[in-house]
């Protein structure tokens, strides 16, 4: 079951942003019913035009927002800009400062010109020394310890996929959405900026707390010092790979009597919690020949009746095989401008009961909504091809 679910209705939110963390930003408001208008220069975002692992890019993250072209190296494209943000309530962008300020489009100028307007800077770091360095997520994912923690000792490795762009650009809309509440309260705009180093910092921060109070390092995740009995990745008999857990005395007593371990439930040495972790190394060898000796289809049923914590190993393909993720609402379904369709996940969250349904997340033609917006400020079709950059031989 689903629902159109739209809060921010009556909103206009103008994007100015590239690859994930900004846009992400964006189609979160937009999801949640604002009319997010993507500001493109004439040859478009080049995130459009990625191949290879960057091909999802533009497609994920750019749902549900409607596409103009300005050439803001002129000056009637800067004055359509301003006459749009004029008629905005929220301003998304992440370009570096000096290029905005050289622009008159930091946020310093833009709340002296627009003073309830909401300025979401999506960064790689907040204000500090860092500031104006350049940053991506793998540069933050190593600058943190993020990627310290992720491979085995001496072999850094960022994680699977671009998570704190995304985590970025969600912690960006959630900081309008508190302006939002705070315009309502005062009518003044706000200057936000959020931080890709100080959202992946945000990620490690049960790390530094456990040195910070226990005066000692946690080692990468691949050599970990386990607090449950079992986690561990086991293959069954047909070879196929699952993860099981048992973290709690109760757990462990339910996973033993499953696999027929009763010597281990029998074990003096074996009651306690801390003990059964304490013996990994000869108890782990034990569940692990117990699961090899059945059949995958087999265990999932038990487990998933007893309640013990267990997954398959999926590469992210296989997920649109999955009933869960089938569900209604677990896919939106969405359409690029050459017309072929693809589902992607949509709001991981269910509002009284029923998943939102993620009307209008269609991905725009470059510019396919420019004489729409631009009409409608008042701009005609001269004014429009001299401020869009798509009609060449127009006075700019």
């Known amino acids: 079951m689903t629902q159109d679910f739209r809060p ?10 590239h690859m994930i963390m900004g846009p992400s930003c964006g189609m979160f408001l937009a999801f949640l019913g604002a009319e997010v208008i993507k500001v493109e220069p004439p040859e478009g975002d080049k995130t459009r035009a990625l191949t290879g692992m960057g091909r999802g890019f533009y497609p994920t993250f750019n749902r549900g927002k409607k596409s103009i072209t300005l050439e803001l190296k002129s000056e009637a494209g800067r ?7 004029a008629t905005a309530d929220v301003f998304v962008e992440n370009f570096r400062d000096q290029s905005l300020a050289r622009m008159g489009l930091d946020p310093d100028s833009l709340r002296a010109r627009y003073p ?52 970025g650009g969600l912690f960006g809309a959630f900081a309008v959405l508190a302006a939002l509440l705070q315009r309502g309260q005062d009518g003044a705009g706000h200057a936000l900026r959020t931080g890709l180093f100080e959202n992946c910092l945000f990620l490690v921060s049960q790390h530094m707390v456990q040195f910070d109070i226990e005066g000692r390092e946690a080692p990468p995740m691949p050599e970990r010092e386990f607090s449950w009995p079992v986690y561990d990745i086991f293959e069954t008999a047909e070879g196929r790979q699952i993860f099981i857990g048992a973290v709690t005395e109760g757990q462990w007593v339910t996973l033993c009597t499953l696999l027929g371990l009763d010597a281990l439930l029998a074990d003096p040495g074996l009651q306690k919690r801390m003990d059964q ?11 692990a020949a117990a699961v090899r000796a059945r059949q995958f289809d087999d265990l ?23 009933p869960h993720v089938t569900r209604p609402g677990g896919l939106l379904t969405s359409r690029l401008p ?7 996940p949509g709001f991981p969250f269910e509002v009284d009961g029923a998943g939102v349904t ?19 400020l008042g701009l005609s079709a001269q004014d429009i091809g001299a401020a869009s950059g798509m009609a060449p031989g127009l006075p700019a």
């Open 8 to 17: 921010l209705a009556g909103l206009r939110v103008v994007e100015m942003t």
């Open 79 to 85: 004055a359509a800009l301003h006459r749009l943000l």
């Open 116 to 167: 309830a307007l909401i300025v979401s800077s999506l960064k790689g770091f907040l204000k500090g020394p860092y500031e104006n360095r350049t940053a991506m997520d793998e540069v933050v994912q190593m600058m943190t310890g993020m990627a310290y923690m992720t491979g085995p000792t001496g072999r850094p490795l960022r994680i699977g996929s671009s998570a704190n762009d995304i985590m």
């Open 277 to 287: 972790i304490e013996a990994r190394d000869r108890t782990i060898p034990v569940v």
């Open 300 to 322: 999932i049923a038990v487990f998933e009746e007893a309640g013990i914590p267990f997954s398959p190993i999926h590469r992210p393909a296989e997920m649109y095989d999955d």
């Open 338 to 344: 050459e017309g072929q369709t693809y589902r992607a």
């Open 358 to 376: 993620g009307e209008g997340v269609d991905i725009a033609g470059l510019g396919a909504d420019t004489s729409e917006v631009l009409s409608a």
